[in-house]
């Protein structure tokens, strides 16, 4: 089984890659996903967020409060890492079970979906690195338009994060995301052919 670890820089379009993926036949282990599953009211990741960032980051239903949280992260690096330390653990631990799931099931081409992949793993840990990216002011763009986040907010959330050079360098693949939807997945399709290509190539004995 090919492991291949996919990732970008928030609003690059990673979302909308994998999503493509996953419909060519790709096992999707979507990071985002097991850290919302994590995060649910009553999870013992919950119990410890609350515990150290206390009660203002849980909203008036009972979950977690995702914008008090990302702005008391984005507004200090101390919260920021406090917050990955209860998290990054945890996520870690599902993230195996789910690889020896998809060995278990006999995928093909597992894709594992992780947006700080560069920040907090080895990239030499994969088979294959799939990069998505997109410029810094569009990437800006796009939390405004399509997330309606304010303006300085946008920008704070795009500085706050590596940028994408170093990561271009260190990808197997890079796809631009600087076009229409239809011709970044045509980019993505092209990345799978090669990524199944490698899959079915033996490796040496």
Known sequence: MLHVGLTGNVAAGKSTVSACLARLGAHLIDADRIVRDLQQPGTPVFHAIVERFG?????????LDRPALRARILADDAERRALEAIVHPAVAVERAHAL???RAAGATVAISDIPLLFEVMDPAGFDAVVLVDAPAPLRQQRLVERRGLAADEAARLVAAQAPSAPKRAHSTFVLDNDADPAELERRAGLVWRALLARAR???PA
């Open 55 to 63: 009660p203002g980051v849980v909203a008036a239903d009972g979950a």
């Open 100 to 102: 020896d799931a998809a």
């Open 201 to 203: 190539t033996p490796g």
